[in-house]
């Protein structure tokens, strides 16, 4: 079964930069990555979207409070996805998790959606 892995998290100042790395690991070697992306759940408040991407084209997309600051990007053959995220602010604060909709195969119409353990991002002011 899949298990991802992530790291990078860490405390920084504002205006720093982390990168968040998640790793498949586990599994069929034909599993095929639909889609990855990033969440993160502040205290108190609701696991929020941060960016996703494909594994095809590319294609990404962000939530309007990071866009410009954070980048998705993803290496299909180590099935793994990063988070660049620089101009760090305190409201950036949270524990981040990693996303993988993943199939078996290429072909199969069924995926799974699996999670990361959650990574903190704690920047300081």
């Known amino acids: 079964q899949v298990q991802l892995v992530e790291s990078g998290g860490g405390l920084v100042q504002a205006g720093g930069s982390l990168r968040l790395s998640c790793a498949a690991s586990g599994g069929a070697f034909s599993i095929s990555i639909k889609a990855m992306g990033w969440y993160r759940q502040a205290p108190g408040k609701q696991r929020e979207l941060v960016a996703t991407i494909t594994s095809g084209a590319g294609s990404s997309n962000y939530a309007d409070s990071v866009k410009g600051r954070f980048t998705i990007s993803r290496d299909n053959a180590k099935n793994t996805v990063y988070l660049q995220m620089s101009t760090l602010k305190p409201e950036d604060t949270a524990v981040y998790y990693c996303?993988?909709?993943?199939?078996?195969?290429?072909?199969?119409?069924?995926?799974?959606?699996?999670w990361g353990q959650g990574t903190q991002v704690t920047v300081s002011s």
């Open positions: 996303n993988m909709r993943i199939s078996m195969t290429t072909t199969s119409p069924f995926a799974t959606d699996y």
